[in-house]
C-alpha cells in the first residue's frame, strides 16, 4: 500500500480489497492521487476551520460575559445608587405598584407616618395614607393619577398618622412610563407653625402678647365694618402711662416689663372677648369696644380702665404705682377711617395730659383746632426768635407796707404783625416744642443787661422751667453771660415753677450751684403744686411767689383768708421772702397788708412794661 | 499581420526565466502588443498549467490596440496609472475605447491607487480590470512585462480601440465573513498594525495555528473584509507581506483606520460557486478572449483542487472560449460598480468583436 496516500483513502481502498499492485492503469493511479491530495487539502480546511470555529466562538463567549458583566455590574452600581438616594432622601418617598399597592417605601416615609415597612409592602394607598379630614379627596386624586399615568402635586394637606397624630404635608407623585410611581412626601408641619408663628409675631407685641399697630389697623377697620352693619358705635381708647418712666428708673427695665405685662393683662380683662386690645410700643395702649350705645358706655370702659392701672402693681418686693391716661375717639355716624379714629383718640390723650394726668377725656372737634393751631404757634415762633420780635417786659414787684419797688419781674413777650400773642400761649407751646432752654438763652442776657442799670435794692427775677435749670452746662452759661452783661448775681433770683420734677437731685443740685454764685431761688406759683411743704423743706429756697388761687377775692371767704394768713406765716417761720402775684383789685391790696403780706405784684399795682419805661419809674 | 491588431498575452512563473521566450516572442509577432507578468500560477483553458510559461495571441479584425508602460515613482502608483490612461487615451483619439487590460507589480504597487489613476485618466466609463502580478506561494519578487520592458514596481496595460469590440466583466469571491467585527485602531495606507488595540499579526497566529509558520501564505486563507463605518462600502483585503519586528502586515489594498475589519473563510465548494457566478457574470457569445485572473488566496485554499474552480468557469462560458489567465495577487473588475482592486476572487474579463465581411 502506498504510504503516501491520505489514510481515509488507504482504509477505503484496503476495505474494497484493493491493493496498490493490483492498479496497473495509470488513469488509476492518477485519480487515487487526487482523492488523496483532496483528502489532505480537506483535512487542512478542516484543522483551521475548526480551529477558528473555536477561537471566534471563544472570542464571541468573552465579548459577551465582557458585556454580560459590565452589564450587571452596571446594573448592580445603579441599583446601589438608587437605594442609597432612596434610603437617606429627607423626603418620605413611596413607590406605587401600577394599582396603587405600595412596592417600596423609605425610613423617612416610615417614620412621618408611623408604618411599619415590612407590614406595609403590598397594602393598598388607603392603609398607608389617612386624610385628617374624611372629605379630603387627596387619595382618590392620587388614585387618578396613578391610573391615567400623569403626575400629580398637592401643596398642603394634612394627614393622620398610625400614632394618631396629624401631620402637614406636601405631596408630590411623578408617575412612571412603567407603570405605577413615586409618591413623595414632604412633613410641611413645622413650617407651617413656623409660618403662623411668623404671622403671630408680625400682629403682637412680642412683650404683652397684644396685637401691635400693624395688626390694630386691620381690627379697627373690621369694627368699623360691623359698626356700619349694625348701627352700633365704637369706641378707640388710646391709653398712655402716667410715671411709668420712673418705674423704669427706680426698680428697672425688668420691673418695667413686668408691670407693662401685668397692665396688658388688666386691660384684657376689662375689655370683652370680641373687644381687642393692643399695645403700640412703649407705655402706649389701645383697647377697641364694640357694640356701643354712646359716649356714656365709652366713658365707664375708660373708667374702669384708668381704676384698674391705679391700683398698686406688685413687682417683686416692691409696690410700683401708675396711673393712665386716656384718650376715646368714637365713631360719630359718619364715615371715619382707622387711622383717623386711632389720630383722635391720640389727640385726646394729649389733651388728658395736659390735665395732669390720670384723666379721661373724649376726642372732639375743638381740639383738633387746639392742636392745628398749635403746630402753627410752633412754626412762627421758632421763626420769631431769629426775626427780633421777641423782646423782655419787666413788671414792677413792690414792697406792701410802702409802696417802694424792690424788683422787677423779667417776661417774655412777642410782637408779631397781627400784634402781641399772649404769654401763656406761646410759653405753653415753646414747652412743649423744647424751645424754652433756647428761649431763655435769647432773652436772660437782655434780662441781665437790664439789671446792671437797676440800683441796689431792686432785684431783678427770672423765670426758668425745672427743664431749663436740668440742662446741661447752664451753670457755667449764667457765668458768662453774667459777666458778658456786668450784672450783680446777687441782685438776680431766679423762679422756678413748682412741679413733680422740682425735687430731682440734679435740680436741687444746680439750685445749690446758682446760691453759690450769688443768685437766689424764688419757687413761683406756690400752692398748685403736689407737694408744696415737702419742696419748701428740701429746696434751697429764698423765696415764695404766692398763687393768685391764693388771694382772698372776699371778705366774707374766712377760709382763704386763713390759708392766706398761714402761707405769710410760713414764709415768715422759714426765714424765707414772700411776693403775693396778681394783685388786681383794691381789695385784695388791702386784704393782703392787713395780713402783713411783705410784697405783692399785678396790674393793680404795674403792668410788665419796656425797660425803658420800667427804669423810669426808679428816677 | 495589420500593425496593431495583435496582442500577445505572457503569464510567467517567476521561478523560471523568461526574457529569452519573451523576446523571441515580440521577434516573432512584429507590431503586436506583447504583454504579461510573473504568476502564482498559470492559467489556460480548464486548468494551472504545469509549463512556466502561458501565452495567448489575438487577432482583432478591425479594432486596434494601445498599450503603455510606466514606473510607479515610490509608492505613488496614482500618477503612474494616470499616465498610462492618459498616452492610451491619446491613441485612441477620440474613438471609443472599449476595455483596458492593466496588471501592475504584486508587490510594491498599491493597486487601489493604481486603478483610481488610471480610471482618471481614461475617459469616464472605460472598463478597466486586471491584476497584480504574482510570486506563487513566496511573495517575493513579482514583475511585469510589455514590448520588451521588464519591472518590478510598474504598470502596464493595453485598451482596444474600436465600436465593435464588446469587454464583458465579472468577479466573484464565495468568502464569508465570521467571529467578530474588529476596529482597524493602527494602520499606515495598506500596511495593518492594531485590531482593537492588539496587534494584528498576533491575532493571525493564533488562528492559523500549526499554519502560521507558512505565513503569508498561508494568511490568505483567512482574508479581512473591510468596511468604511460612513456608508455600506466593503473590501475584500489579502495578505501581501508580514514584518515580525514590526508586528505589522502588508496588505493588497489600503486597510484605513477607523474603518473595521472582519476576518473571512470560505470552504471548495464556496470557491466553486463563486467562480461559476464570476462567470456567468461575464459570459457573452463569441468570445474571442477569456481573461481568468483568480486570487492566490483561493489557489491556497484549493489545493489539489485547484482546476475544478476552471472546471466551473469553461462550464458556464462555453468550451469555445479561449481561456488564458494566471492567480494574482490582486483583482482588478468594474464587474459591481467602478473598477477597484478586488482580493480574493476570480476575475473574469471576456473580450468579443463583431466581425463585419
Not at chain 1, 423609605?106 to 386624610?131: F, Q, R
Amino acid at each position: 500500500m502506498n504510504d503516501d496516500y491520505h489514510r481515509t483513502l488507504q482504509r477505503q481502498m484496503a476495505r474494497s480489497g484493493i491493493a496498490e499492485d493490483q492498479l496497473t492503469d495509470p488513469r488509476i493511479a492518477d485519480l487515487l492521487g487526487r482523492v488523496s491530495a483532496a483528502y489532505e487539502d480537506a483535512d487542512k480546511q478542516r484543522y483551521l476551520h475548526d480551529r477558528a470555529f473555536l477561537l471566534a466562538s471563544s472570542e464571541m463567549q468573552n465579548l459577551y460575559d465582557r458585556l454580560q458583566s459590565s452589564s450587571q455590574n452596571e446594573a448592580a452600581v445603579q441599583r446601589d445608587r438608587l437605594k442609597a438616594i432612596f434610603d437617606t432622601a429627607a423626603t418620605g418617598l413611596i413607590v406605587l405598584e401600577p394599582d396603587g399597592r405600595v412596592f417600596d417605601l423609605n425610613p423617612v416615609a416610615e417614620a412621618a407616618l408611623g408604618l411599619d415597612h415590612d407590614a406595609m409592602l403590598g397594602e393598598p394607598l388607603s392603609t398607608i395614607l389617612t386624610p385628617a379630614d374624611p372629605d379630603d379627596p387627596v387619595i382618590d386624586e392620587l388614585r387618578a393619577a396613578l391610573e391615567q399615568g400623569r403626575h400629580w402635586r398637592n401643596a398642603d394637606t394634612v394627614l393622620m398618622t398610625k400614632h394618631g397624630s396629624t401631620l402637614s404635608v406636601s405631596m408630590l407623585f411623578r408617575a412612571m412610563r412603567t407603570g405605577g410611581g413615586v409618591l413623595a412626601i414632604e412633613d410641611i408641619t413645622e413650617r407651617k407653625q413656623a409660618q403662623a408663628e411668623l404671622i403671630w409675631r408680625a400682629n403682637h407685641d412680642s412683650l404683652t402678647g397684644l396685637l401691635n399697630r400693624p395688626a390694630l389697623t386691620d381690627r379697627i377697620n373690621r369694627a368699623l365694618q360691623r359698626s356700619r352693619r349694625y348701627g352700633s358705635q365704637v369706641a378707640v381708647f388710646f391709653i398712655d402711662l402716667d410715671r411709668f418712666k420712673r418705674v423704669n428708673d427706680t426698680l428697672g427695665h425688668a420691673a418695667g416689663d413686668t408691670l407693662l405685662v401685668e397692665c396688658a393683662r388688666r386691660i384684657s380683662s376689662i375689655m370683652r372677648e370680641v373687644d381687642t386690645t393692643a399695645r403700640l410700643g412703649g407705655d402706649e395702649f389701645v383697647a377697641i369696644a364694640e357694640n356701643l350705645t354712646d359716649s356714656d358706655d365709652a366713658y365707664r370702659i375708660a373708667k374702669r380702665i384708668a381704676d384698674t392701672i391705679g391700683q398698686p402693681f406688685s413687682i417683686e418686693s416692691d409696690l410700683a404705682y401708675v396711673e393712665a391716661s386716656i384718650g376715646i375717639a368714637m365713631t360719630d355716624g359718619h364715615g371715619v377711617e382707622p387711622g383717623q379714629l386711632l389720630r383722635d383718640a391720640d389727640i385726646a390723650l394729649y389733651e388728658a395730659k395736659g390735665h395732669n394726668g390720670s384723666s379721661v377725656v373724649l376726642y372732639t372737634e375743638a381740639m383738633i383746632r387746639r392742636m392745628q393751631h398749635g403746630v402753627d404757634m410752633e412754626r412762627r415762633l421758632r421763626h420769631a426768635m431769629y426775626t427780633d420780635q421777641l423782646w423782655v417786659a419787666y413788671q414792677p414787684i413792690f414792697s406792701l407796707s410802702d409802696g417802694r419797688i424792690v424788683g422787677f419781674e423779667a417776661l417774655a413777650r412777642w410782637n408779631t404783625d397781627n400784634g402781641p400773642v399772649a404769654p401763656e400761649e406761646f410759653i405753653a407751646v415753646a414747652e412743649g416744642a423744647g424751645l424754652l432752654e433756647e428761649l431763655g438763652k435769647r432773652l436772660i442776657p437782655e434780662a441781665l443787661a437790664f439789671q446792671k442799670q437797676l440800683p441796689t435794692g431792686v432785684d431783678l427775677f427770672i423765670n426758668m422751667s425745672p427743664g431749663q435749670i436740668a440742662a446741661d452746662g447752664i451753670v457755667e452759661w449764667f457765668d458768662e453771660a453774667l459777666l458778658e452783661a456786668g450784672a450783680d448775681p446777687r441782685q438776680v433770683f431766679i423762679e422756678v415753677t413748682e412741679t413733680d420734677a422740682i425735687s430731682d437731685h440734679a435740680i436741687t443740685g444746680r439750685m445749690q450751684q446758682l446760691r453759690e454764685r450769688g443768685m437766689r431761688i424764688a419757687l413761683d406759683d406756690f400752692g398748685v403744686g403736689h407737694s408744696s411743704l415737702s419742696a419748701l423743706r428740701a429746696l434751697p429756697l429764698d423765696l415764695m411767689k404766692v398763687d393768685r388761687s391764693f388771694l382772698v377775692s372776699s371778705r366774707d371767704d374766712t377760709r382763704a383768708e386763713a390759708i392766706a394768713r398761714m402761707v405769710i406765716d410760713l414764709g415768715r417761720l422759714l426765714n424765707v421772702g414772700v411776693i403775693a402775684e396778681g394783685i388786681e383789685t383794691e381789695e385784695q391790696l388791702q386784704l393782703l397788708r392787713e395780713i402783713g403780706c411783705p410784697m405783692g405784684q399785678g396790674f393793680l399795682l404795674a403792668a410788665p412794661e419796656p425797660a425803658a419805661e420800667a427804669l423810669a419809674r426808679l428816677t | 499581420m495589420r500593425p496593431g491588431s495583435t496582442v500577445a498575452l505572457a503569464f510567467a512563473d517567476p521561478l523560471v526565466d523568461c526574457s529569452a521566450a519573451l523576446t523571441e516572442l515580440s521577434a516573432r509577432l512584429p507590431g503586436a502588443v506583447v504583454m504579461g507578468c510573473s504568476t502564482a500560477g498559470q492559467i489556460l483553458g480548464n486548468r494551472v498549467d504545469p509549463a512556466p510559461l502561458v501565452v495567448s495571441v489575438t487577432v482583432f479584425e478591425n479594432a486596434r490596440v494601445s498599450s503603455a508602460f510606466a514606473h510607479v515613482q515610490g509608492s505613488d502608483a496614482s500618477t503612474a496609472g494616470r499616465a498610462i490612461g492618459h498616452e492610451i487615451t491619446g491613441d485612441a483619439n477620440g474613438e471609443p475605447i472599449a476595455g483596458v487590460l492593466v496588471f501592475g507589480g504584486g508587490l510594491q504597487v498599491n493597486g487601489s491607487a493604481l486603478v483610481e489613476g488610471l480610471s482618471a485618466g481614461l475617459p469616464e466609463g472605460t472598463p478597466v480590470s486586471g491584476g497584480l502580478a504574482g510570486d506563487g506561494p513566496r511573495f517575493e519578487r513579482s514583475w511585469v512585462h510589455l514590448n520588451g520592458d521588464t519591472g518590478e514596481n510598474c504598470a502596464v496595460a493595453f485598451g482596444v480601440i474600436g465600436e465593435a469590440v464588446d469587454f464583458r466583466h465579472g468577479s466573484q469571491g464565495g468568502w464569508d465573513g465570521f467571529g467578530p467585527r474588529r476596529t482597524i485602531t493602527h494602520s499606515d495606507a495598506n500596511v495593518l498594525y492594531e485590531l482593537d488595540g492588539q496587534p494584528a499579526l498576533a491575532l493571525y497566529t493564533q488562528y492559523l495555528g500549526d499554519r502560521a509558520t507558512e505565513m503569508p501564505s498561508s494568511a490568505l486563507l483567512f482574508p479581512l473584509t473591510v468596511s468604511s463605518p460612513d456608508d455600506d462600502r466593503s473590501l475584500v483585503r489579502t495578505i501581501l507581506s508580514v514584518d515580525e519586528e514590526q508586528q505589522s502586515m502588508t496588505f493588497a489594498g489600503d486597510v484605513p483606520q477607523g474603518w473595521s475589519a472582519r476576518l473571512m473563510w470560505t470552504t471548495t465548494d464556496r470557491l466553486m460557486e463563486g467562480a461559476t457566478e464570476a462567470a456567468e457574470e461575464a459570459a457573452q457569445s463569441g468570445i474571442g478572449l477569456a481573461i481568468a485572473i483568480s486570487c492566490v488566496g483561493r489557489r491556497l485554499v484549493l489545493g489539489a483542487r485547484t482546476d475544478e474552480e476552471l472546471d466551473s468557469v469553461v462550464d458556464a462560458l462555453g468550451h469555445e472560449a479561449p481561456i488564458v489567465g494566471f492567480y494574482s495577487y490582486g483583482e482588478f473588475s468594474p464587474a459591481h460598480g467602478p473598477c477597484a482592486l478586488q482580493n480574493q476572487t476570480m476575475t473574469l474579463t471576456t473580450i468579443s468583436e463583431r466581425v463585419t465581411r
